[in-house]
Structures are given as structure tokens and as C-alpha cells.
């Protein structure tokens, strides 16, 4: 899968928008943005994921830069409970299949 | 709650010793993936399994090994164990086996070998 970059860390307040932002400047044209977060001592959870349109579900909003090379997830109106580490992982759709490999992501701290 | 479940919640085990970690996926899920997680490591993938076939293999070591079941639920065995392998074990199970498909993670397993 191709690298991604994200900052290690953010701070954001309760009930405000939150932008986490993603770059993976070698994407490929097969590879799908997926976003995964970890909540303290819990399993990974998928959040959203696309290949080049905005996505909206009822997590979130993913943001995806017209020349790929850059993502936004977007998170409305942060609550307490989305405080976690969030990944922006690539992933080949060209066939085949592997795991997901895990950056170091970004740890969002939600201020009350 | 992701429909996967991992038993047990909690294993503490000495240096030497065989452990079997269980995996049952969710309802309809054909795909399951082990992932291991240490502080100095990360999140790793080890292995994945697709309707009992072994599908990709990641950084697992020799020691470890799985085995995907006709009901579905998988195995990861981890043998001569050493306390570099006190860890967070993950298991994720998905519809299909292809990299678009979203996983969906347990609860996982802390094993500590001491």
C-alpha cells in the first residue's frame, strides 16, 4: 500500500467541527482513502472510505482533493467519545488482497 | 459492538509456553484477519484467511500460526513464547477478501507472557 503522512497529534473542542487531514502524494489510481480510528482500549473501527467523489455517512465526511494527493475526514460536531487515534490507510482495489497497514495516525484529544 | 468476537479477553502465560487465541467472525463474514499491536511496534497484520484458505500473510513469525474452520471462526497459535510477544491481538473479519471491503475489529486479546 502507499505511504500516507498525517500529523501525530490534534486538539479540537467539544461540539466543533474537527478536520483531520491525510496526504498520500504516490496514490495510485486504484487505491481507495479508507479511515480507521482506535478508541482507548478498543479494536480498530472503520469510518469511512473513497476512491475520488466526497463521501458522507453518518460517522463522518471524507474530503478528497481533486488530484488525489490529499484527504480531509471530516468530523461535524466533535463529541468526547471521538477522541481516538484516526489512520488514513490506502488500499489497492486492483485485485488481490492484504491486510491493512497501520501508520502511526493522528491522536485527536477533544477538549470538553 | 462490531459482531466479532475474541476469546479469551485476557491471557498471562510464561516464557516457553503454547497459547490458542479464538476468533469468531461476524454473521456472513467469509474473511478474517489477525493483527497483533505492541507499544514499540504498532498495529501489525499478520495474517489473513478466506473461506479456510490462507489468503495473505504479513509480519508473522514462525512461531505463529492459523487455521481458518468450516463454521467460519479462526485460530492463531502461538508457540515458544517469549515476552516480546506480550501484545494485543486483534482479530477482523470482512464480507469478502478484497482490499475495498471495510473490516470490522473485536475486542481483542491481551496476552502477557511473563
Known amino acids: 500500500d502507499a505511504k500516507t503522512t498525517q500529523p501525530n497529534s490534534m486538539e479540537s473542542n467539544e461540539e466543533e467541527p474537527v478536520h483531520l487531514p491525510c496526504n498520500h502524494s504516490t496514490i495510485s489510481g486504484t487505491d481507495y482513502i479508507h479511515w480507521y480510528r482506535q478508541l482507548p482500549s478498543q479494536g480498530p473501527e472503520y469510518v469511512i472510505h473513497g476512491l475520488t467523489s466526497n463521501v458522507n455517512n453518518r460517522m463522518a465526511s471524507l474530503a478528497i482533493a481533486e488530484d488525489r494527493k490529499s484527504s480531509t475526514l471530516i468530523l461535524h460536531r466533535a463529541t468526547l467519545r471521538d477522541a481516538a487515534v484516526y489512520y488514513c490507510i490506502l488500499r489497492y482495489s486492483g485485485g488481490g488482497a492484504d491486510g491493512l497497514t497501520f501508520g502511526k495516525g493522528t491522536h485527536l484529544i477533544i477538549q470538553p | 459492538d462490531s459482531g466479532v468476537t475474541q476469546t479469551p479477553k485476557h491471557l498471562i502465560t510464561a516464557t516457553g509456553q503454547r497459547v490458542t487465541l479464538r476468533c469468531s467472525p461476524r454473521s456472513g463474514d467469509l474473511s478474517v484477519y489477525w493483527y497483533q499491536q505492541s507499544l514499540d511496534q504498532g498495529l501489525q497484520f499478520l495474517i489473513q484467511y478466506y473461506n479456510g484458505e490462507e489468503r495473505a500473510k504479513g509480519n508473522i513469525l514462525e512461531r505463529f500460526s492459523a487455521q481458518q474452520f468450516p463454521d467460519l471462526h479462526s485460530e492463531l497459535n502461538l508457540s515458544s513464547l517469549e515476552l516480546g510477544d506480550s501484545a494485543l491481538y486483534f482479530c477482523?473479519?470482512?464480507?469478502?477478501?478484497?482490499?475495498?471491503?471495510?473490516?470490522?475489529f473485536g475486542p481483542g486479546t491481551r496476552l502477557t507472557v511473563l
Open positions: 477482523a473479519s470482512s464480507t469478502s477478501g478484497n482490499n475495498y471491503n471495510e473490516q470490522f
